[in-house]
């Protein structure tokens, strides 16, 4: 009896059951889990808010460009449907006396949207920003009164809007 308490005390000591091993299993898949679904249901607000990011550099890239350079700039914004929405920066040619709109322009920037990120409600496709000399959005194309709007869109519907300020050109972003 007395050999039979001393064995138990020396095996209990020797470490974890087979249910404690389970149980802190069965704890770490319930974690993993719940970190891999918080993850999942993150990934769309990231993405949109990292493409919104991306197209309000590039509205401050266009400005940049033309108050720098002293040329006109447009930014074009492309919705191609079945693949990646794109934007352009386009500088106009310097030498070009061209007045309004038209006249020779080359490429200074652009990039394609991430994967699943779309312009939406584009007025026109391309839609085209014009940045004037002096950094301002070209009254042109925008109806008076209103403000020019780019909206970048993914599948579930989450929205981010950039609201450009007609007389500065300048960008800013919101949440919807």
Not at 40 to 67: E, F, H, Y
Not at 101 to 113: D, P
Request: hydrophobic content about 45%; glycine content about 10%.
């Amino acid at each position: 009896m007395k050999r039979r308490e001393e064995m138990n005390r020396r095996y209990a000591s020797r470490g974890f059951t087979l249910i404690e091993l389970l149980v802190v299993i069965v704890i770490m898949g319930i974690i993993i889990a719940l970190v891999a679904y918080s993850t999942t249901k993150m990934m769309p607000n990231l993405q949109i808010a990292a493409a919104s990011q991306q197209v309000l550099g590039a509205v401050g890239q266009a400005r940049s460009t033309a108050v720098t350079k002293s040329a006109i700039v447009q930014l074009r914004l492309y919705h191609n449907a079945g693949t990646q929405d794109s934007f352009a920066i386009l500088m106009r040619n310097p030498a070009d006396t061209m007045t309004g709109g038209g006249g020779t322009y080359y490429r200074v920037g652009g990039a394609l949207l991430n994967n699943g990120i779309e312009f939406y409600n584009l007025p026109s496709n391309p839609a085209n920003y014009q940045f004037l000399r002096d950094g301002s959005l070209d009254f042109g194309p925008i109806a008076a009164g209103s403000r020019p709007v780019i909206r970048c869109i993914n599948k579930t519907s989450v929205q981010r809007t950039l609201y450009v300020m007609r007389a500065t050109g300048i960008a800013e972003l919101k949440a919807n």
